[in-house]
C-alpha cells in the first residue's frame, strides 16, 4: 500500500506523511499528558529508581544503542531527498537541528509518562508497551492506542520508502544500480522502479520474522556504513581542503560519529558473535562481487538491455528528461 501510494504521486505521499506525522505527535501528547497527570497524582516511584540494576558491560549496552538508535534511524532519510528540497543548503542543517532535540524530547516525555503507569519489569515484560499504558489509563477508550500505533507505523513505513527510495534512484542515475531504477513513470512523474526495488529488499529482509535479529542485523551494517561515511569526510577534510562546501559541520561532530561507530561495531561482536552480523557481512560482500565487475570495472551485462526495454514497456518507464 506505501508502495502504491509512493509510485502514485509525490504530492500523495507528501500529504500521507504529514497526516500521519500529526497523528504520531497527537498520540505522544496523549501519552504526555496521561503520564504528567500520574506524576501530579504522587506516582513516581517507577521514576525515582532511576537505572537500578542496569547492566554496565560495554557489549551489552552497545546492543542497547541498537535498539535505541533504531527508533531514531529516520535522522538520515532527509539526506536522500535533498534534491527534491526547496533550497536545501538553509532547509536541510535547518530540518536535522529542528528535528533530532524535537524526536528526544518526545521520547524523553513519552518514556517518564510509561514510568509513571508501569514498573520496569511491566515494561520489559510487555509485548506492545504503549497499548497496556493504553489499557490502564484510557478505560473504554484504549483502543485509540492501537489505532496511534498503526498510524504511526504506517507514517514511518512511508517516509523510509519515500527517502530510501531516492537513494536507490541516485545509485541508478550513477551507474552503481541497474540503469533502470533512475526511470521515471512518465504518467506520474515518480520513481516507481525505485520504489518497487525496495519493497522487493523491505519483503526478503522481514522473511525471517524476528524482530531483534533485524534490528541487529540493520544497525550493525548502518553504523558500519555510517563509520565508513564519516572516515571519508574526514580524509577530504585533509586531501580537499578548498573543495566547496554549502554547509560544514565542525570538526568534533565527524569525530566523535566514527568513534561511535567503531564502539557499536565491535562491541556487539565481542559480546555476542551472533548470526545476524555474519548475514550483515556475508550481504556487504556479495554487493563487492557485483560492484567490482560491473561498476568498478565497467563489464557490460548484455542482459540487462532486454531486461530494461521490457520493463519500459512494462511500467511505462522512461530515463529523466527523456
Not at 12 to 31: C, D, P
Not at 83 to 95: D, S, T, W
Request: charged share 10%.
Amino acid at each position: 500500500m506505501v508502495a502504491a501510494v509512493n509510485c502514485h504521486s509525490v504530492a500523495l505521499a507528501t500529504r500521507v506523511q504529514n497526516f500521519f506525522t500529526v497523528a504520531k505527535l497527537l498520540a505522544v501528547l496523549v501519552i504526555v499528558v496521561g503520564g504528567f497527570y500520574m506524576m501530579a497524582k504522587g506516582h513516581t516511584e517507577h521514576i525515582r529508581e532511576g537505572f537500578d540494576d542496569t547492566s554496565r558491560n560495554p557489549s551489552t549496552i552497545a546492543l542497547a544503542f541498537y535498539d535505541g538508535l533504531w527508533a531514531y534511524d529516520g535522522w538520515n532519510n532527509l539526506n536522500y531527498a535533498t534534491e527534491e528540497l526547496k533550497n536545501p543548503y538553509v532547509n536541510l542543517p535547518r530540518a536535522i537541528m529542528l528535528g533530532i532535540p524535537l524526536v528526544t524530547v518526545c521520547y524523553l516525555l513519552t518514556n517518564l509518562s510509561y514510568l509513571a503507569v508501569m514498573s520496569k519489569e511491566e515494561i520489559m515484560l510487555s509485548h506492545a508497551v504503549a497499548v497496556t499504558w493504553g489499557d490502564r489509563m484510557l478505560g473504554v477508550m484504549s483502543w485509540l492506542i492501537p489505532v496511534f500505533v498503526v498510524a504511526s507505523t504506517f507514517g514511518s513505513s512511508n517516509g523510509c520508502l519515500f527517502s530510501s527510495g531516492r537513494l536507490t534512484f541516485s545509485a541508478g542515475r550513477d551507474g552503481h544500480f541497474p540503469q533502470f531504477l533512475s526511470f521515471l513513470q512518465i504518467d506520474r512523474n515518480t520513481p516507481m522502479p525505485a520504489v518497487y526495488f525496495t519493497m522487493a529488499v523491505s519483503m526478503c529482509l522481514i522473511i525471517p520474522g524476528d524482530l531483534s535479529t533485524l534490528i541487529d542485523f540493520f544497525s550493525f551494517a548502518s553504523w558500519l556504513f555510517y563509520g565508513l561515511t564519516t572516515t571519508a569526510l574526514l580524509i577530504l577534510r585533509v586531501t580537499e581542503p578548498n573543495m566547496e562546501r554549502p554547509y560544514k559541520v565542525p570538526l568534533p561532530v565527524p569525530i566523535l560519529v566514527l568513534v561511535a561507530s567503531i564502539y557499536l561495531v565491535v562491541a556487539p561482536i565481542i559480546q555476542n558473535p551472533g548470526v545476524q552480523f555474519v548475514y550483515a557481512v556475508i550481504f556487504i560482500l556479495v554487493g563487492l562481487v557485483v560492484y567490482v565487475p560491473v561498476v568498478y570495472l565497467g563489464v557490460q551485462l548484455d542482459f540487462m538491455v532486454t531486461v530494461t526495454k521490457w520493463l519500459q514497456k512494462l511500467m511505462k518507464i522512461a530515463p529523466v528528461g527523456s
